[in-house]
Every structure is written in C-alpha cells, then in structure tokens.
C-alpha cells in the first residue's frame, strides 16, 4: 500500500474530492430563426436604408453626369474586372455595408480626418532638418497626412449624408 494511501486512511492528510470532467462546447449557438433577424445598432435603433437614400440624392446619376464610370471602365475597372478581382466579396469581408450604416462611422472619420490633418504640421515642426532624409521624412509625412486627411473628412460627409433621413 502506498504511503499517501495510509495517511489519508487514518485522516492525517486531506482527502481531495475527486474531480469530474466536464466539455461544454465553445460554439455558439445559432437559433433557426437568426437568419430571418435584421441587424441594427446598438447605439441607434433606427435602421439606415443605404440603397434607399442612394436613390434619394440620385448618386448614380450624378456619377453618370461626372463621367465617372466611363473613366472607371477606361482605366479597367468594369463590373466584370470587379467580379474577377473578388471587390464585393471583400467589401463584405472587411464590413464596408456595416460601417457605412453605422451611426458611429462619420464621428470617428471625422476624428481619423481631425487627427491625420494635424499630423503633417506637427511632423514639419517636430522632425529636425539637419539631414536631406529628414526633410524628405517630412514632406512624405505631410503628403500622406494631408491626402488621408482629405480623404477621410470627404467620407465621414459622405457617410453622413448617406445616414440622413429624408
């Protein structure tokens, strides 16, 4: 007999209650009728009607008007150049749909437009121009702040508009 055996018996060590093992699956659980739910979010439960409001400011005749599509296909973006590249699927992938009906999407652009067009002054002033690579640093610096900038308070306008209500 072994001696933890002998000195459990007579009481002189803790008896350890014998541990059941238990597996809970770590999926989650989809009811049947999940798929026929609609989402909204949680801050707004207001829902956003993309396709409805593209057609109330008339976004596709207006890119018609521009010339946009003709350039588009120009420069070889057609709809089938889009189907073999796979873009919708990853717009879907990365959530472009979901932000653009997000209520927080056009604040937090506007905050990334804010941060990005303080970004290329700060780095003018704070990186020294001793060297030729630092001013090149400086000027990449403000371009890439100044454009994503840009580009990002004219999509946090966009995405606004788009959210309205009519």
């Known amino acids: 007999m072994d001696a933890r055996a002998i000195l459990s018996s007579r009481g002189l060590l803790p008896q350890r209650p014998k541990a059941r093992m238990e597996i809970k699956s770590m999926a989650a ?9 609609t989402v909204s979010s949680k801050k707004n439960s207001t829902q956003v009607k993309l396709l409805t409001r593209v057609e109330q400011l008339k976004l596709l005749t207006k890119a018609e008007k521009a010339g946009l599509l003709s ?24 959530g472009v749909l979901s932000a653009a009906t997000d209520p927080g999407t056009p604040g937090a652009l506007l905050t990334l437009s804010l941060g990005l067009l303080l970004l290329g002054p700060l780095s003018v002033f704070l990186v020294p121009e001793d060297y030729p ?25 966009f995405v606004s508009n788009l959210q309205k209500s009519s």
């Open 71 to 94: 350039a588009a296909e120009k420069s070889g973006l057609s709809l089938s150049a889009i189907e073999k590249l796979g873009l919708l699927s990853k717009a879907e992938e990365f």
């Open 29 to 37: 659980q989809k009811s049947i009728g999940a798929a026929n739910k």
């Open 133 to 157: 690579w630092e001013v090149v640093v400086q000027a990449v610096v403000a371009l890439v702040s100044v454009v994503g900038g840009s580009a990002a308070f004219a999509a946090s306008n």
